[in-house]
Each structure stands twice: as C-alpha cells, then as structure tokens.
C-alpha cells in the first residue's frame, strides 16, 4: 500500500508545485480519547514522514514557498510552524484537553509572553502570593516597567483579610496562579479562581509546571491559558530547556503573534526531544505522585523536621483543594527543618539526590529554594514568604523509593 500511494505521489508531484506541496504536506489533527495514548501518539503527522514512525528533526530554518495568503503561513522556524513544532503542539494541546498549544524557548518565555500579550500598559493583575521566583520577579521589574502592575492575594482564601473583590482595580485585566506553588506546594482554591475570573471578565492563567496534565488539566476546571516550564516534567530528563502555552485557539493565537517579535520560539531539535520525553510523561509523574507521598508522609514523622509541605498529606492546608480537583500530588515537597545549620548538614550528607537547582527529572534533587529559585528576591521578601534558608525542596525521581527513604533517614539521623 504504502509503495503504491508513494509511487502516484511521485507521478501528481509533477502537475503543479502547489499540488506537489498540498499532497506531501502531512496534518497533525490526530487525537485520542485517553492521556496515556495521546501522549504517545496524538497530533503525529499523517501520513508519516517517509514512513517513519518518530517525527524526523527538520532543522531547515525556512521552506519552499506555496500560496501562502497571511505571514503566519509563511514556514519559518520563528514562526513555531516546522513539522516538529505542529506535532508536539498538537501533542501538548490534546494532552491538556485544548484546542491549541504553542512551544517556547523556555518556561519564561511562555510565561512571559502569555502575560503580555493578554495586558497592555495601564493595566492591573492580580497573582498568587507566592510564584516561582523568575515569575515573581518578572512581574516586580519587568512588568512594572512596562506600567503592568500587580497586587498579590491569598489564593487559598477569596474571604480573607483581604479579599480577592477588594484587590481587583478597573484596570485588573487577568489572574494569574499556579497549580501548585514553588516551593511552598501551596494548592489555592482553583475553582473559586475560575467563577472570580469569569464574572470578573478576567483571563485566568495557570502555571501547570509542578501538577502536569496527569494529575489536573486546568482547561477541563475552565482555566484560560496553561503554561508550562517544560524544561521540567514534561521533558523529565534535565536535558533541555522548553515551555508551552495551551488553550483556546483564540488566545494562543495572540500569544502566538507577540512571540513572533519578542522571538522566544523553541529550536526543532529541542522539539524532537521535547517529544521523546513527553511519550513517558504518564509513567513518570505515576511513579513519582507514588514515591513523593511515601517519602512525605516518612518526613513528618522525623523529629529534625519541622514541617513537610505536600499538597498529598491530610495535614496539608492545600489538601482539601488538592484532594477535589487533582489525580496525584505530584513529584515536589518541601521540609522545613528545625534551623538553618542543620539544613545544611542535611544537605552535606544526603548521597543520593543531587544537590541541584530545576526539578521533574528522572533524577531525584535537593535544594535551598532561598539560595537557588528564590535567591533573586530581597531577603525581607523571602522572610515574609517563608522561603528562608531551613527550608530545602525535594523534586523525586523514579529511583527505587526505599533506597531513596534510607538515605534521608541516614541524612536526618546525626
Ligand atoms: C522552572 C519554572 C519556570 C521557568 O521555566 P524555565 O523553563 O526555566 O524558563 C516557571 N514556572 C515554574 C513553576 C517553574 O518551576
């Protein structure tokens, strides 16, 4: 079969280059009813790329022209359009139950550009208390520059002392949270977020980076915009650096033509391993979701440690929302130890987990969010946070979970 539909497209490929172009052009709209299966398999080219059955890697900047009526058909690498780039969108937007997805350079540049596409000078946001560090001080400096401003809420509390009603200006324009927060695993009350942004005319976006689309999918709870770092779970191999937004056609387009400019566009390299890593994302976060809830529910039976954030834990303050909305806990949890000193020890004499910044590889990590994550922020910032320097947080591997409990017992035991 295969060698026949070849052999008639050699023989129309002469007619027109227009022809030629429309019957080799593959499409991507291939979609699954389960993550699992889309994971693997969604928005791969039909027909297959020379019959292979991984997307080849199309490193060529630019392509032979057709009619292309618009600049956004025009193929360019920028433009986020290469075979590549369409099948991990597709990928990326049927995983995260959306529409459409676009690939950036980096988690920033997907967060970064999400947000400034959606809000103009003049303009009002309004954002959980505590982000991952380059969110949080993107938004102080850079944003604020622009004449974006911003004003912090209690996400866990729309009630609270001071309520999410009274922070909102005639100018608050978009919410912008996290599925759960760096490094505090805070989980906020996400579907309050979706009713407060929709009566509110807001656009609500999410940071999914520490959640993934297998334990919640945002869109599904009627969140407008996902990002991703997914330098991080969805890659999980600590081997490159990648984001995405996902949502509604409409706002990824806008997102899509601020990226053209402000050229955070992803490498097809980086694509095709983006990709590869993507095809194990379910088996991963499961075994992960397993190993982190065993290790934090042994840490808070630890004396040295003073408390263990993890959204998994009935004693968590986030697990009422966690336990709602999401399918797993996720991979992240953090301990604060009783001081500063002794957190360091701890550090010193763990052996397994690599003492290192980023997070959701296969490879277990540990680390001082005050001196990695979090060190761009001012130390009264950080104090009122609670991101001081007892605090350490663990991103679990898929290690063997006992070996990896034996050496923070040893660790912990002085
Ligand atoms: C790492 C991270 C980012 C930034 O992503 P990069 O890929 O490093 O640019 C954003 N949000 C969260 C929650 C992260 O952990």
Redesign the pocket.
Known sequence: MEVVAFASLVRFAGRTRCLERDVLMPEYSLRFKTLDTNLVQAGRPRPHVEGAVVTPIFQSANYEMGEEATYDAVRYIRLSNSPNHLTLQARLAAVESAEAALVTA??????STAILSHVKAGEHLLTQRT??G??QSFLHRDASRLGISHTPIDIAAPDGARTWEGALTPQTRLIFV?AI??PLMEVGDLEAVVDFARHHDLVSVI?N??ATPVNFRPVELGFDLV??????YLNGHSDL???AVIGSTASVDQVRHLLLHLGGSLDPNTCFLLERGLKTLALRVQRQNETAARLARFLEEQPPVRQVNYPGLASSPSHRYADRLFSGFGGMLSIYLQDAGLAERFLERLTLPIHAA???GVESLVVRPARS?HLGLEQDERDRLGIGDDLVRVSVGIEDASELIADFEQALAE
């Open positions: 980096s988690g920033m540049a997907a967060i982000l991952y380059g969110t996290e927060s760096n940071d980076t520490f990002v991703h770092s997914a330098t991080k650096v990648a984001g980023s997070l959701g994550s």
